[in-house]
């Protein structure tokens, strides 16, 4: 489950990139760059309750 979010987040991110450089639509790019941050967060917030 771990990973599934890493990939998640970084698909995201590299949408984000091709989007932000290739295209500008706006507020939907950064929309993505906030739900990967907000899965990388949780990650690392699990990971922290685990230990």
Do not use: D, K
């Not at 771990?2 to 507020?27: P, R, S």
Request: no cysteine.
């Amino acid at each position: 489950m771990g990973n599934l979010l890493y990939i998640i987040a970084f698909i995201l991110i590299i949408g984000w990139l091709i989007g932000f450089i290739g295209y500008g639509v706006g507020g939907i790019i950064h929309i993505l760059l906030v739900i990967a941050i907000i899965a990388v967060l949780m990650q690392f917030i699990q990971e922290r309750r685990s230990i």
